[in-house]
């Protein structure tokens, strides 16, 4: 199985800034596509930043220029670095990763973290 880590969330002010970690472990053979995705109350799940399987990098217009999204392949870890933030970046983050299980089965699943909240104050 694999198993999502995620880290970083917290309580911040406005302006501030936050680096939320994931870190993906066990039957892992390589990772295709990774993002970042957020979910404010009463609000549908976003994409917030995503890198596709061909290093491809998009973010939501509401965020860029504020947040990078990177991955350390080595690490297995996925990284969303949040500058000048803004109350309404308030929201559950969740990460996404996916990846190939096995060498020898092309497949590829996903996966999604448990989440990690995120809180700017005015």
């Known amino acids: 199985q694999v198993q999502l880590v995620e880290s970083g969330g917290g309580l911040v002010q406005t302006g501030g800034s936050l680096r939320l970690s994931c870190v993906a472990s066990?039957?892992?053979?390589?990772?295709?596509?990774v993002g970042w995705y957020r979910q404010a109350p009463g609000k549908e799940r976003e994409s917030v930043a995503v890198?596709?399987?061909?290093?491809?990098?998009n973010y939501a217009d509401s965020v860029k220029g504020r947040f990078t999204i990177s991955r350390d392949n080595a690490k297995n870890t996925v990284y969303l670095q949040m500058n000048s933030l803004k109350p309404e970046d308030t929201a559950v983050y969740y990460c996404n990763v996916q990846l190939r299980r096995f060498q020898l089965n092309p497949r590829v699943f996903s996966y999604w973290g448990p989440g990690t909240q995120v809180t700017v104050s005015s």
């Open positions: 066990g039957e892992i053979f390589s990772i295709t596509g």
């Open positions: 890198i596709d399987r061909s290093d491809t990098t």
